[in-house]
């Protein structure tokens, strides 16, 4: 009954409370935009900058089975963490990654190497407010490099791109899957992420194509 008029098993979504839907649509529509449409045009690369951090352990997805199934799970807390720059023209991804933490220096280093790989080209970065990123030594190392940071409104991981690529990596290579030592872990984690470009190219420029959803006709539930 529910299929024949029309309506889908649907896993829901989140919408952060404190979004501001008509913040969200000003910044897309005037500034990001703006930018997306020169990126097309080859006059500049714009990339959508955000950290993952992977912590080792058991990621469990869905499976059909005919019983309830387990899968084993490490001991500890060790965390892999990876800095991306993802642009979407030619589906560019650049990253820092390391297993301590993310904070200002790797910014840095991360747009270091941006400016070293796309030194022909003007070079933008949409990046959230993360107190390490939206500080003094970030915003002038990119001013010295020559590269334009433009921020997201608050509360709109919506609106960066990059947060669907974590969640591509989680399903292509964690879920439902077991790695025995930390090492195996990290290696299919960067496995993946050096398939974005080859293996991985036509899914990734169909996940991370950019069309935004700004929730203005969302359907919410408070109760």
């Given at each position: ?7 889908k ?6 919408i952060?409370?404190?979004a ?20 097309r ?16 352990g ?35 991804l ?26 022909d ?27 334009d ?14 947060e669907?690529?974590w ?6 290579c ?50």
């Amino acid at each position: 009954m529910r299929k024949h008029l029309g309506m889908k098993f649907r896993k829901m979504g989140v919408i952060p409370a404190k979004a501001d839907p008509k913040k969200q649509s000003k910044f897309l529509n005037d500034e990001l935009e703006p930018l997306l449409e020169e990126e097309r045009q080859g006059k500049r690369k714009v990339f959508f900058v955000d950290a993952a951090h992977f912590v080792m352990g058991a990621f469990l997805g869905m499976l059909w089975c005919f019983e309830r199934l387990f899968l084993k799970s490490s001991s500890g807390r060790k965390r892999y963490n990876v800095l991306g720059a993802f642009s979407v023209s030619g589906t560019d991804l650049v990253t820092v990654t390391n297993d301590t933490y993310i904070n200002s220096d790797t910014i840095v280093d991360l747009l270091i190497k941006l400016k070293k790989e796309y030194s022909d080209i003007p070079l933008t970065v949409i990046m959230d407010n993360a107190r390490y990123q939206r500080c003094i030594k970030v915003t002038e190392q990119a001013k010295l490099l020559d590269i334009d940071i433009l921020f997201l409104p608050p509360y709109s991981p919506n609106l960066n791109l990059i947060e669907r690529l974590w969640k591509f990596t989680k399903k292509k290579c964690l879920y439902n899957s077991y790695h025995e030592t930390f090492c195996h872990f990290k290696a299919a984690i960067d496995d993946c992420i050096d398939k974005v470009k080859s293996v991985f190219k036509e899914q990734v420029k169909t996940l991370l194509n950019p069309k935004f959803q700004l929730f203005e006709k969302s359907a919410g539930v408070t109760t």
